[in-house]
Each structure stands twice: as C-alpha cells, then as structure tokens.
C-alpha cells in the first residue's frame, strides 16, 4: 500500500533540494554583485539547474527570490525564552551575528534588505525586527529590567540600525566578519550599560560565542544540517 508514495516522496525531496539549491546560489550572487547586479541566467548556472526548473519554483523571477531568501534568513530561529527580557534582546543580534559569519543567504539578506528601494521592490525585515525588539524592551521594562525613562520603541529602532551598522562597517573596513561576535557583543553590553537597571545588567550574558552556542543547540535539537556554507 506504500509502494506507490516513494517516487512522489522522492519528487518532493529532488524540488527541496532544486529549490535550496536556487537559493543558495541566489545568495551568493545576491551577496557578490547586489540586488540588480545577479542575473537569472547566472542564478541558474550556478545553482545547476535550468531555466524551466527555476522558474517552476520562482515564477516570480528576482523578486520572488529575493522575498524568499529574505523570509527563510532573518528569522529568530534558536532564540528561547529568558526569564530576562533583555537577555532576549541580546540573544537577538548575537545569533544572527554568528549566522552572519557562516551563512552567504543572510550575508545576501542583510543586503537586500537596507536596499534604497527594498520597501517597493520585495519588502524589509527591518519593521519586523524593531517590532520584536520593542516587544522584548516593554516586558523588560514591565519587569523592571530597565532604567526609568527609557522608551522601548526609540531603542528598539537604534538596536537595529546600530546592528546593522556595525556589521556593515566590520566588512568594508577589514574585508570579513571574523570579529563581527566580538564586536556585536560589546555594542549590546556598551548599549545594555545606558538602559539596563544596574541590578539586572550583571545578569545578562554578553559573551561574544553565546549566539553560537544557542543556534548550534538549535540545529542539533531539530537534526537540522547547517545552511549554505556554515560549517
């Protein structure tokens, strides 16, 4: 009664894989050349596939690829749940920037997404991130994690551009993120310095592997293997 459901399966498993393999080689490109600069035809070579398989899986074309990458990246994916809200905060910036280091997609997402023309072409993150962020800074502030005075919303928005700042300017100045962790560490600690209740900030973790020890626990937890070139 089974025997029947291999080969679909099988299908199934050879279109996640085409499709991963798209947007791997999306990223890369996405990465290298930007937003206009990535060809489809490109995309395709690269990816091994052919043109009829692309656009099965992105009839969309570019934009459709671009929106993927940028929902299947920037997620909160190993974040758990603290007792300290703002622990939450900086387990936040510091797994993505262990992904960073290791993953081409996010390098490609965190491209597209500060693109002056991102909004209109395929959307941004960045409104779900501040979101989140401010989220995190009310509780904490509810629970009496913050200093009087502070607003989560305004520090929600510098949280984010301070982030992406910071990882920005580590490349263009040194030409590699090797030490985006450390340096994403200490902005949370120099930031958590001004805002957090001097009772709670020596409760919170700023060690720069943090963010790696979470998303590796997370991949073991679901026997996920690690995405693009992570190793």
Same mark, same amino acid.
Not at 94 to 121: F, G, M, P, V
Not at 149 to 156: C, D, K
Not at 174 to 191: I, K, S
Not at 211 to 221: I, K, V
């Given at each position: ?28 490109? @996405? ?24 656009? @099965? ?175």
């Amino acid at each position: 009664m089974t025997e029947p459901q291999k080969p679909r399966r099988r299908q199934s498993q050879r279109a996640k894989s085409t499709r991963q393999q798209i947007m791997s080689a999306a990223g890369l490109l @996405f990465e290298e050349k930007g937003y206009e600069g990535a060809a489809i035809n490109e995309i395709i070579e690269l990816a091994g596939t052919t043109k009829g398989g692309f656009y @099965f899986h992105f009839p969309g074309g570019r934009r459709e690829l671009a929106v993927a990458i940028l929902d299947s990246t920037l997620t909160m994916d190993g974040l758990n749940p603290q007792e300290l809200k703002l622990q939450e905060v900086v387990d936040t910036g510091a797994i993505l920037a262990y992904r960073i280091t290791k993953e081409a997609s996010l390098r490609a997402a965190l491209r597209l997404s500060i693109h002056k023309n991102a909004r209109d072409a395929y959307g941004t993150p960045w409104p779900n991130w501040v979101t989140i962020n401010t989220t995190q800074l009310t509780e904490a502030q509810q629970n009496g994690e913050l200093r009087a005075g502070v607003s989560p919303a305004e520090q929600a928005y510098q949280i984010a551009g301070a982030w992406a700042g910071l990882v920005l300017i580590s490349e263009a100045v040194e030409g590699h993120l090797d030490n985006v962790e450390e340096r994403v560490a200490r902005m949370y600690m120099n930031l958590m310095s001004a805002i957090a209740h001097p009772g709670t900030l020596p409760e919170i973790d700023f060690s720069a592997d943090r963010g790696s020890r979470l998303y590796t626990a997370h991949l073991e937890q679901k026997n996920t293997p690690p995405p693009d070139d992570m190793t």
